[in-house]
């Protein structure tokens, strides 16, 4: 088990499934999308619409697209 990053800070949080745990899974609230008092995720940083986070349940690190807002671009040809 992974410990907590040095950036992870309660104040940053997202909402999004861990695709390692899900410990979301069995919650009324999550499933409703509602934002849920006790399934939230560490966000340490973004790019854009590209999340870094980790779960404070099982400290898995992964980066999440929303696909939403700002977007990364490539450099132009």
């Known amino acids: 088990m992974l410990p907590l990053d040095p950036q992870a800070d309660i104040g940053r949080r997202a909402w999004v499934a861990c695709p390692n745990c899900d410990d979301r899974t069995a919650c009324a609230t999550c499933r409703q999308g509602l934002t849920c008092h006790g399934h939230w995720r ?3 940083s973004n790019t854009g619409s590209l999340l870094h ?4 349940s099982c400290t898995h690190v992964w980066t999440h697209e929303t696909d939403f807002g700002a ?3 490539g450099p132009e040809a």
């Open 71 to 73: 977007t990364r671009s």
């Open 53 to 56: 986070l980790q779960c404070p």
């Open 42 to 44: 560490y966000l340490l």
